[in-house]
């Protein structure tokens, strides 16, 4: 009797130490990041909700990993980087603000040659990933003025902003701040006006 009991002992420790591995491995902490991921879900859903054009985007399912979804990654299964590049999404930077700049664990977003229009704005209210470092807009028709970039001003982590072949106007007189400590910002072939200043259009600020 008694070696039966040891066996059966070690066999639910065993099974103890297997559950808490699988739970260790899944995420640091199962329940909030499947809560996150739920979220994650939500807010590409909204995003492809928001398109003019529904037949966009066609693997991004309710109630599916939104890892699977084409063009996101994931880390610990939170939505890290976006890249939808090509797609005509014929959307502007408030809604791509409101739902996509603004998920939890975001770091990259690439959005090239994606009918983008309109000013370079953010969502009010909406708070940007503090862990979004990359951003990438080129090729594009995004329209106003270049100073507009402070709008991004909540994306306190941004290094790298792609802005180049829009519509943006940049005159060489206005030096504003933008406000954002980038290390690379790409201005080439915008409509550069002014007086014949000498500008780098891919500036490094830092
Ligand atoms: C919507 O997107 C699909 C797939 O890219 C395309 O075939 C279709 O022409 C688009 N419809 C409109 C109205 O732009
Ligand atoms: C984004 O996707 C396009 C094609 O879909 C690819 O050519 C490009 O290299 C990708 N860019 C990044 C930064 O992953
Ligand atoms: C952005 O697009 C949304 C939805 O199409 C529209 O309601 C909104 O007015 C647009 N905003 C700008 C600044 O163009
Ligand atoms: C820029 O976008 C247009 C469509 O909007 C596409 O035809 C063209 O190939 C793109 N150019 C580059 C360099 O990606």
Same mark, same amino acid.
């Given at each position: 009797?008694?070696?039966?009991?040891?066996?059966?002992?070690?066999?639910? $420790?065993?099974?103890?130490?297997?559950?808490?591995?699988?739970?260790?491995?899944a995420?640091?902490s199962?329940?909030?990041?499947?809560?996150?991921?739920?979220?994650?879900?939500?807010q590409?859903?909204?995003?492809?909700?928001?398109?003019?054009?529904?037949?966009?985007?066609?693997?991004?399912?309710?109630?599916?990993?939104?890892?699977?979804?084409?063009?996101?990654?994931?880390?610990?299964?939170?939505?890290?980087? =976006?890249?939808?590049?090509?797609?005509?999404?014929?959307?502007?930077?408030?809604?791509?603000?409101?739902? $996509?700049?603004?998920?939890?664990?975001?770091?990259?977003?690439? $959005?090239?040659?994606?009918?983008?229009?309109?000013?370079?704005?953010?969502?009010?209210k909406?708070?940007?990933?503090?862990? $979004?470092?990359?951003?990438?807009?080129?090729?594009?028709?995004?329209?106003?003025? =270049?100073?507009?970039?402070?709008?991004?001003?909540?994306?306190?982590?941004?290094?790298?902003?792609?802005?180049?072949?829009n519509?943006?106007?940049?005159?060489?007189?206005?030096?504003?701040?933008?406000?954002?400590?980038?290390?690379?910002?790409?201005?080439?072939?915008?409509?550069?006006?002014?007086?014949?200043?000498?500008?780098?259009?891919?500036?490094?600020?830092?």
């Open positions: 009797m008694k070696p039966h009991i040891a066996i059966s002992n070690y066999f639910f $420790l065993l099974l103890f130490l297997l559950s808490q591995l699988q739970s260790f491995s995420t640091p199962s329940s909030s990041s499947s809560s996150g991921t739920y979220r994650d879900t939500q590409l859903l909204s995003f492809k909700d928001s398109l003019p054009n529904s037949t966009l985007l066609p693997s991004w399912l309710p109630n599916q990993n939104p890892c699977e979804f084409s063009g996101v990654s994931c880390k610990l299964n939170r939505v890290s980087s =976006i890249n939808i590049s090509t797609i005509p999404l014929s959307t502007n930077l408030t809604i791509v603000s409101t739902f $996509l700049m603004t998920l939890d664990a975001l770091e990259s977003l690439t $959005l090239k040659s994606t009918g983008l229009t309109g000013p370079i704005s953010f969502a009010a909406s708070k940007c990933s503090p862990l $979004l470092t990359s951003v990438d807009l080129a090729n594009n028709s995004l329209s106003g003025p =270049i100073s507009d970039v402070s709008n991004l001003g909540s994306c306190s982590n941004l290094k790298v902003l792609d802005l180049s072949s519509l943006l106007d940049f005159n060489a007189k206005d030096s504003a701040r933008f406000g954002l400590s980038l290390q690379v910002l790409d201005l080439s072939f915008n409509k550069i006006s002014g007086p014949a200043v000498a500008v780098d259009p891919v500036q490094r600020l830092q």
